[in-house]
């Protein structure tokens, strides 16, 4: 709905969540976009949803309560459900031009840190970014169909945001800043999910993001058996038991478990066990 007041002209589109939004981790609730004119000024008001902020062009000053800054054209600023919140155009400036999305929902809180915006500091001061300016008007227009297409549109938008908010810091930079203890669990996970795949070291590696030499170390170190042995271990002991409490036949098992045919995993399988998949089988 697009209006004219005293102190803008803005477009809003606003949405209600139903049972399939409650049933995801993250819903839209309203987005919009304004030109402001002199003696812009909202607030104080808080809000029960997020609302994230964008400048497409002139100077806002943003007061979030335990300090005002000024943002320009690429940054943002985020309003925390209740929590009051002011801002205003400054006079003298270029037109103040914004685009809102607001959303809810139980994964909003962990994407916002995800983003680096919390309660201390709930603005970014980025340089304007053409692909977040696309999505932005991406979602803008999805706000005006009501099809299940126009709803799953807007998911995949509103997550491709996030995805281009959040600042992907260097390889060196995660592998000094996150510690075994963290993605080594994260690993093992991987490998439980994955074992039945055709799955390396270097995929997990890479899911993890640590280097592989570092990552098969550091594995060793505090498992006490180095990450190829581990997997391997998943999958034979799988193995195990399909034979013995299944019926299904070895080339079903074999592929199940990411080999490339029978004979790779009976290889495999003697050497672990030290006995073939037939005797394995005949001793349940």
Same mark, same amino acid.
């Given at each position: 709905?697009?209006?004219?007041?005293?102190?803008?002209?803005?477009?809003?589109?606003?949405?209600?969540?139903?049972?399939?939004?409650?049933?995801?981790?993250?819903?839209?609730?309203?987005?919009?976009?304004?030109? !402001?004119?002199?003696?812009?000024?909202?607030?104080?008001?808080? $809000?029960?949803?997020?609302?994230?902020?964008?400048?497409?062009?002139?100077?806002?000053?943003?007061?979030?309560?335990?300090?005002?800054?000024?943002?320009?054209?690429?940054?943002?600023?985020?309003?925390?459900?209740?929590?009051?919140?002011?801002?205003?155009?400054?006079?003298?400036?270029?037109?103040?031009?914004?685009?809102?999305? !607001?959303?809810?929902?139980?994964?909003?809180?962990?994407?916002?840190?995800?983003?680096?915006?919390?309660?201390?500091?709930?603005?970014?001061?980025?340089?304007?970014?053409?692909?977040?300016?696309?999505?932005?008007?991406?979602?803008?227009?999805?706000?005006?169909?009501?099809?299940?297409?126009?709803?799953?549109?807007?998911?995949?938008?509103?997550?491709?945001?996030?995805?281009?908010?959040?600042?992907?810091?260097?390889?060196?930079?995660?592998?000094?800043?996150?510690?075994?203890?963290?993605?080594?669990?994260?690993?093992?996970?991987?490998?439980?999910?994955?074992?039945?795949?055709?799955?390396?070291?270097?995929?997990?590696?890479?899911?993890?993001?640590?280097?592989?030499?570092?990552?098969?170390?550091?594995?060793?170190?505090? $498992?006490?058996?180095?990450?190829?042995?581990?997997?391997?271990?998943?999958?034979?002991?799988?193995?195990?038991?399909?034979?013995?409490?299944?019926?299904?036949?070895?080339?079903?098992?074999?592929?199940?478990?990411?080999? !490339?045919? !029978?004979?790779?995993?009976?290889?495999?399988?003697?050497?672990?066990?030290?006995?073939?998949?037939?005797?394995?089988?005949?001793?349940?």
């Amino acid at each position: 709905m697009r209006e004219e007041s005293a102190s803008e002209i803005a477009e809003n589109f606003f949405f209600v969540p139903d049972e399939f939004d409650h049933q995801s981790g993250l819903w839209p609730v309203r987005f919009g976009s304004n030109t !402001a004119k002199q003696g812009y000024n909202v607030g104080p008001r808080s $809000i029960p949803y997020y609302s994230l902020h964008f400048v497409r062009n002139g100077q806002v000053e943003f007061d979030y309560g335990t300090g005002t800054v000024q943002l320009v054209e690429g940054d943002f600023f985020c309003m925390l459900p209740g929590h009051s919140y002011s801002y205003r155009m400054l006079p003298h400036t270029h037109p103040l031009q914004m685009t809102w999305i !607001a959303f809810d929902g139980p994964q909003a809180n962990r994407l916002m840190s995800w983003i680096n915006i919390d309660l201390g500091a709930p603005f970014k001061q980025k340089q304007p970014a053409p692909e977040l300016q696309l999505t932005l008007e991406q979602l803008l227009r999805s706000a005006r169909g009501q099809h299940p297409s126009h709803k799953l549109k807007r998911y995949t938008l509103l997550y491709r945001l996030f995805e281009q908010l959040c600042e992907t810091p260097a390889q060196e930079e995660l592998e000094l800043t996150r510690g075994p203890n963290e993605w080594i669990p994260k690993s093992i996970e991987y490998m439980k999910t994955h074992y039945g795949e055709p799955i390396g070291i270097k995929h997990v590696s890479d899911h993890i993001g640590v280097h592989r030499a570092h990552f098969s170390k550091l594995f060793t170190e505090h $498992i006490g058996i180095n990450p190829s042995d581990y997997l391997r271990r998943l999958r034979m002991e799988q193995a195990l038991r399909l034979l013995q409490h299944t019926s299904r036949s070895v080339l079903d098992i074999s592929l199940s478990l990411g080999y !490339a045919d !029978a004979t790779s995993f009976t290889r495999a399988f003697g050497q672990y066990y030290g006995r073939s998949p037939s005797q394995a089988r005949l001793d349940r």
